[in-house]
């Protein structure tokens, strides 16, 4: 399978192996969705001219900007020098992003495994590459996804896999009120697909409970 990074993720090379890695940004009008949130509070009955919640359009709609934006990074490798070939597992990376049909939040944990070739990724990155897909309306589907693609382009690890678990407010709260319910997804490339070894390792140690 080839594997292209999402098209509005723009790669911008600083050296062999380190790409800037950035969102365009939306064209955020923040004054417009201030007003917009002020007259859907209103078309819900809500007062307001009540003191409690005067500020509220403001902070709803500031609330929304950060929650669909994500601030760039660089993507920086290193030389695996030590010829590292086991699985590297970075777990429990938290995932806060929006239902793309609700605009309502799902949040939860992603888990991202790859096993090494010749470069190696600072660990700190991972949480930053999570934040950066994140942070937009999607489905949990498409953003498990788009991470595996993004590490599968740039780190040409000899396999990658990305779980994530992460529970729906739009499942939770409103329509059938699962509470608690759970909706675990997973993208898979290289050995971590294909050889039945590496892919059990991957899956075992990603599972479990929390
Ligand atoms: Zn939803």
Request: charge should be negative.
């Given at each position: 399978m080839t594997s292209t990074v999402a098209a509005d993720v723009v790669p911008a090379a600083l050296g062999r192996w380190q790409t800037r890695t950035?969102?365009?940004?939306?064209?955020?009008?923040?004054?417009?969705?201030?007003?917009?949130?002020?007259?859907?509070?209103?078309?819900?009955?809500?007062?307001?001219?009540?003191?409690?919640?005067?500020?509220?359009?403001r902070r709803m709609a500031g609330a929304l900007i950060e929650m669909t934006s994500s601030p760039d990074f660089d993507l920086t490798t290193f030389p695996n020098d030590e010829g590292y070939d086991e699985l590297v597992l970075v777990q429990d990376l938290p995932v806060q992003s929006l239902c793309e049909h609700h605009m309502l939040p799902f949040v939860g944990y992603a888990h991202i495994g790859y096993l090494p070739g010749e470069r190696i990724l600072g660990l700190s990155k991972f949480a930053r590459l999570v934040a950066l897909h994140a942070h937009r309306p999607q489905t949990q589907e498409r953003l498990t996804k788009r991470i595996a693609d993004h590490l599968q382009v740039h780190l040409q690890a000899r396999g990658v896999g990305v779980v994530i678990e992460a529970e729906h407010t739009c499942m939770s709260l409103r329509g059938v009120r699962a509470t608690g319910a759970r909706t675990t997804t997973s993208a898979l490339f290289g050995r971590l697909r294909d050889d039945p070894r590496s892919r059990?390792?991957?899956?075992?140690?990603?599972?479990?409970p929390r």
């Open positions: 950035t969102r365009p940004r939306p064209d955020v009008d923040a004054a417009a969705a201030e007003r917009a949130a002020a007259d859907l509070l209103t078309a819900l009955g809500l007062d307001l001219n009540d003191e409690t919640l005067v500020e509220t359009p059990a390792e991957f899956l075992s140690l990603t599972k479990g």
